[in-house]
């Protein structure tokens, strides 16, 4: 489901979303009223529009951080939209993509968590069809190497043993289905 919804309508709803904004930023008020545009998606395509975002955000942060020689040409290719605050565009961490409307309820937990293993598996198999294509000069077994042990996505499975809750979080749900489609890559 997540792969036809990634294909045949995020890039409806990712225009929706920007409606108004002349640039593809958002999140300066994201913790506090995300609500207003994340209602500019339909509530029943709100949970796979949260992880295709979360997805093309984070690999768009992942490519700036780890690959940055070759950052002009990928965002020149993709335009992934960016997450951030002020103006000097400060970066937020993906996870508040998942994790802010969650908590206020603007979307149900277990639709995200649901979704979340195939949307990794689909973020997983995108951005080695994209390098294969458009850059083979990245290795995405390096690319995803750098990504998943990045400290800014990567979740400890020693918070579990502090608090054993902290495994059905959204966030953590997302970084193990991240960390096994990476592997079996």
Not at 25 to 43: E, L, M, P
Not at 143 to 149: C, D, K, N, W
């Amino acid at each position: 489901m997540i792969e036809d919804y990634y294909h045949n309508t995020f890039r409806t709803d990712i225009a929706a979303f920007f409606r108004g904004s002349r640039l593809p930023y958002f999140g300066h008020a994201w913790s506090s009223n995300c609500r207003d545009q994340i209602n500019k998606v339909t509530a029943d395509n709100r949970p796979a529009f949260l992880v295709c975002l979360y997805s093309t955000v984070l690999v768009d942060q992942a490519m700036h951080a780890h690959f940055r020689q070759h950052y002009r040409e990928f965002s020149d290719l993709t335009k992934y939209p960016k997450f951030c605050h002020g103006l000097g565009q400060f970066h937020h961490n993906p996870r508040a993509i998942l994790s802010v409307p969650v908590d206020q309820g603007i979307v149900a937990t277990q639709d995200v968590k649901d979704l979340l293993p195939a949307g990794m598996a689909l973020l997983v198999d995108e951005v080695v069809d994209f390098f294969k294509k458009h850059m083979p000069q990245i290795d995405p077994s390096d690319f995803f190497s750098a990504l998943v042990f990045d400290p800014d996505v990567q979740v400890l499975g020693i918070l579990s043993l502090i608090n054993p809750e902290i495994k059905n979080d959204v966030v953590c749900i997302a970084y193990d289905a991240l960390y096994e489609a990476a592997e079996r890559k």
